[in-house]
T-cell receptor, first 115, second 115 residues
């Protein structure tokens, strides 16, 4: 079965510090993985996606994520946090071949950035 | 610009009433999805549709109904049978049916409050 676990429902960093948001997945088939960001009362915006082309994926707003098959992880990082990065972040894994392209989401991690 | 429009943004209903949430997309996407978001629970799939006049139940379909009479539209009805309908509802679309590596594009959501 497909599932995603995001470690830490809340992460707080100082402005300029490294951002690390953790995501581990379970997949019975080769996974496709996604990170989304959500600002309050808005929909989800795609940050980046892993679709097997390269293990290090660069996304928008300076974020990147590394796919590690041996660790079943897809952690999201950003070298230097900005106040505008404060939001909720969701990791997602693709469903199975017969599941219509749906995504299975983790619980979300709320990122706070302190000045 | 192409996108997904959800309306209204805020919706208030009395318990026992059915309510329909609108979702329209002009992205020419084949597949559409409804997710429910509750604090600390991530996103859970209610229904999805891969083509017109066809849809499948997601993980939490009880108390909800959908239709897909047009490619552009995928309305969700929250019925009085839904025991805990107060939530943030997100509509999404994907470029083609069954494509596991395609990201979902989201609308800005409808916040439903039932009292």
């Amino acid at each position: 079965a497909q599932s995603v676990t995001q470690l830490g429902s809340h992460v707080s960093v100082s402005e300029g510090a490294l951002v690390l948001l953790r995501c581990n997945y379970s997949s019975s088939v080769p996974p496709y993985l996604f990170w989304y960001v959500q600002y309050p009362n808005q929909g989800l915006q795609l940050l980046l996606k892993y679709t097997s082309a390269a293990t290090l994926v660069k996304g928008i707003n300076g974020f990147e994520a590394e796919f590690k098959k041996s660790e079943t992880s897809f952690h999201l990082t950003k070298p230097s946090a900005h106040m505008s990065d404060a939001a909720e972040y969701f990791c997602a894994v693709s469903g199975l071949y017969n599941q219509g392209g749906k995504l299975i989401f983790g619980q979300g991690t709320e990122l706070s950035v302190k000045p | 610009d192409g996108g997904i429009t959800q309306s209204p943004k805020y919706l208030f209903r009395k318990e026992g009433q059915n309510v329909t949430l609108s979702c329209e997309q002009n992205l020419n996407h084949d597949a559409m999805y409804w997710y429910r978001q509750d604090p600390g629970q991530g996103l859970r799939l209610i229904y999805y549709s891969q083509i017109v006049n066809d849809f499948q139940k997601g993980d939490i379909a009880e108390g909800y109904s959908v239709s897909r009479e047009k490619k552009e539209s995928f309305p969700l009805t929250v019925t009085s049978a839904q025991k805990n309908p107060t939530a943030f509802y997100l509509c999404a679309s994907s470029i083609r049916q069954g494509a596991r590596n395609s990201p979902l594009h989201f609308g800005n959501g409808t916040r439903l409050t039932v009292t």
